[in-house]
């Protein structure tokens, strides 16, 4: 202010002085120019409480939506629908903002490197509100965004199950055998050394699961998915019974020689009496008697289905006189019981079964039976009580629609050298002697089957040694024994599938597919449950 005159700066200055000092008028000023401050922060905090409800609202929508569309995804029945079942989720968490929301936007997205294995849901909610909108001019806008991923359910299938829930090496292979089936391997036991590996196999198993620890072996030498200490691995045949139609309870005994026929039939007796009594030392001095105990008149039917009758049996009805006396007592008070009627028998569903040429068997029940010629099983069930099945070499043993059932610790032994071929029942033959429908389905396949109440086949164990010539077409179930399974085995018609306590692969083993071309092993050894996370 250079040049201004003194007497000009002394003015201002005493202006603003007294200015200044002057408190007249003060309170209103301030609060004048307080008051659209005041009021603005009122009208923002209540249109910030409006946005963060609306934001908690939508993001709690979108994180439930993106959570069930993902569940959806996850199973295999229901993938199709998880668009659906995102947005009825999002629908079902709305309320506040349910007016003016946009629709979800809902996709598959890729999530940690993988691809569509997540669900994303995004959505916005827009409205007017009276503060924010008076400063802006437009709707205020709220986004929310989640994304959940995804793990689908893997079922498992095997063709070599060990059902011993604790032993070591329950599944063990053995020098330089050959598995290169890709149809999968499990174990049941708990060991830490469940699944063995004694020599340098090759092993191509597809996937290698247990209930405990595989040998490191396995981890080095193989490309399989190794799954360890596994829960909810399972025996898929522990609930099922064998069968035991009734032409199959026919005692019987193998021989190279020709069988004689055997008749079955139905068979009705029916027996009618009445009753008399007298009393007196001898028949030639008695008088009629009121016994106070006696007997009414009785007429009594009883039916047997599918008996063995005599050779020759025809259908047909015979009735024949049924008298009789029963004498009690000594002396003149000696008793005597007199009846007379008739005993009737009928046959009906008279079936004839052929006994066949020399080495042809039929279903029954045998001690053993030691293959010793050429020898066709007809289809049936057939029970093995203690004994042994063994097939020698140089014979050519068939027999399509059969089962081999175990009891008392019977044996299987298939010796190398033989031509084999033996096919397991279908549900369809199982319900042709009487089985149920629902037990047949479950049945269906099962070629050799041993009785889990028995005591198994010791030592020796069950023992499979098969060659080119060897068809196995079928189920071997062992739930008390070891198996041992050298050489090699074919298929043609059905997989081939053995479960056994344990199994052992020896070193002449090469068994490079369980299961004819175009088919696969499906009987579930283990199911894992789906996952689902929100990931954001």
């Known amino acids: 202010m250079t040049g201004v005159p003194e007497m000009i700066r002394k003015f201002i200055r005493t202006t603003l002085g007294d200015l200044a000092e002057c408190r007249s008028g003060n309170a209103t000023l301030l609060v004048a120019l307080g008051m659209p401050v005041l009021i603005g922060g009122a009208g923002l905090g209540v249109d910030v409480t409006q946005w963060y409800m609306w934001k908690r609202e939508l993001q709690f929508a979108v994180d439930q939506a993106a959570v069930a569309g993902a569940w959806a995804a996850a199973e295999e029945e229901t993938e199709g629908t998880y668009q659906l079942r995102a947005l009825q989720e999002f629908e079902a ?21 993988g691809t569509d294995n997540s669900v994303a849901v995004s959505a916005t909610a827009s409205k007017e509100l009276p503060f924010s909108s008076f400063l802006t001019g437009d709707a205020a806008e709220v986004y929310a965004y989640a994304q959940a991923s995804f793990e689908e359910g893997v079922t498992f299938t095997s063709c070599l199950i060990a059902t011993d829930e604790d032993d070591e090496g329950a599944v063990t292979i053995g020098g330089n055998a050959v598995l290169t089936a890709s149809c999968g391997m499990a174990a049941l036991s708990t060991d830490d050394l469940s699944i063995k590996v004694d020599g340098n196999p090759e092993i191509e198993a597809g996937w290698i699961l247990s209930a405990g620890g595989v040998d490191e072996w396995l981890k080095n030498n193989t490309d399989d998915v190794i799954m360890e200490y596994m ?33 079955y039939a139905d068979e009705t007796v029916r027996v009618w009496r009445t009753y008399s009594y007298f009393r007196g030392p001898s028949h030639n001095n008695m008088e009629p008697w009121d016994n106070p105990n006696a007997k009414a008149d009785s007429d009594v ?8 009758v005599p050779n020759g049996t025809v259908a047909g009805t015979t009735t024949t006189p049924d008298n009789g006396t029963n004498d009690v007592g000594n002396g003149n008070n000696k008793t005597h019981e007199h009846w007379t009627g008739s005993r009737t028998v009928t046959y009906s569903n008279v079936n004839v079964i052929e006994g066949g040429q020399a ?52 044996s299987v032994v298939i010796n190398g050298g033989a031509d084999v071929n033996l096919t397991a029942m279908t549900a369809a033959d ?18 050799v089957f041993e009785d889990r109440d028995g005591p198994g086949a010791g030592n020796n164990g069950q023992r499979i040694n098969g060659n080119a010539n060897t068809i196995l077409n079928g189920t071997l179930y062992f739930p008390q024994s070891e198996v041992f399974f050298a050489g090699t085995a074919g298929v043609t018609s059905q997989c081939l599938m053995i479960a ?11 068994m490079q597919t369980f299961c004819p071309g175009g088919s696969s092993e499906d009987t579930t050894v283990v199911s894992t449950a789906s996952k689902v996370r929100l990931v954001a």
């Open 93 to 113: 968490n709305l309320s506040a903002t349910d007016d003016f929301n946009t629709a979800p936007d809902i996709r598959l997205a890729d999530f940690a490197g």
């Open 430 to 447: 199982l319900m042709a002697i009487g089985v149920s429908a629902e037990d047949a389905n479950e049945l269906a396949g099962m070629l």
């Open 231 to 263: 829960s909810g691995l399972y025996d898929p045949y522990a609930e099922l019974s064998p069968p035991n139609p009734t032409e199959s309870r026919a005692s019987r005994t193998y021989s190279c020689s020709a069988a004689s026929d055997t008749t």
């Open 359 to 410: 080495g042809n068997v039929r279903p029954g029940t045998y001690t053993d039976i030691q293959i010793g010629c050429d020898t066709a099983f007809a289809p049936g069930v057939y029970n093995i009580v203690g004994g042994q099945l063994q097939i020698n070499g140089q014979h050519e043993v068939s027999g399509a629609g059969v089962m081999f059932v175990l009891y008392e610790g019977a």
């Open 301 to 308: 039917t009883t039916t047997q289905r599918q008996i063995i």
């Open 500 to 510: 056994a306590k344990n199994i052992t692969l020896t070193g002449t083993t090469d």
